[in-house]
């Protein structure tokens, strides 16, 4: 009876055995295909991220070359302008230089009087001097500079 009884225990054992390294074999496999699935999805995750950055890194390099086209029209603009507007100066400094020799020549004519005939340097119009004539009726009796504009003058 001992006999029968420590093989019964022994029979036992080795089932008990066998069957908790297959429970424990079966966990393992369990264990191992969910960290194979976490794996896996972690890969996906990780592809998704590098997917969005390569899109995002796409976008930005086209805003910025947009920008840039941008930025080099806006100084080509500007150039322009820039040109423009040192012409526009010298146009009127030339006219402002203009409008006071013209302002001079009146003054001189105004303080000397129209009456005198050889100093006049109206004299050749209408072939006689400021006391009629052409001038008479450009400049009337009136004391006032002449003013001009530059945009009456200029068309652009």
């Excluded at 009796?141 to 200029?154: G, H, S, Y």
Aim: net charge negative; charged share 20%.
């Amino acid at each position: 009876m001992a006999s029968s009884s420590g093989n019964s225990s022994g029979f036992r054992n080795s089932g008990s055995e066998e069957d908790l390294q297959s429970l424990m074999d079966q966990r393992k496999r369990k264990r191992m295909e969910s960290n194979r699935e976490s794996a896996r999805r972690s890969r996906l995750r990780k592809q998704k991220h590098l997917d969005d950055l390569k899109e995002q890194v796409l976008q930005l390099q086209n805003e910025n070359a947009q920008f840039l086209r941008s930025i080099s029209l806006t100084m080509r603009n500007y150039a322009e302008i820039e040109a423009e507007n040192s012409i526009l100066g010298s146009q009127m400094a030339e006219l402002t230089q203009t409008l006071q020799y013209l302002n001079a020549i009146l003054d001189s004519v105004n303080y000397n009087g129209v009456t005198s005939t050889a100093s006049s340097p109206f004299q050749h119009l209408d072939g006689g001097v400021c006391d009629g004539g052409w001038w008479s009726s450009v400049a009337g009796n009136q004391q006032f500079p002449i003013m001009a504009a530059a945009e009456m003058m200029f068309d652009y």
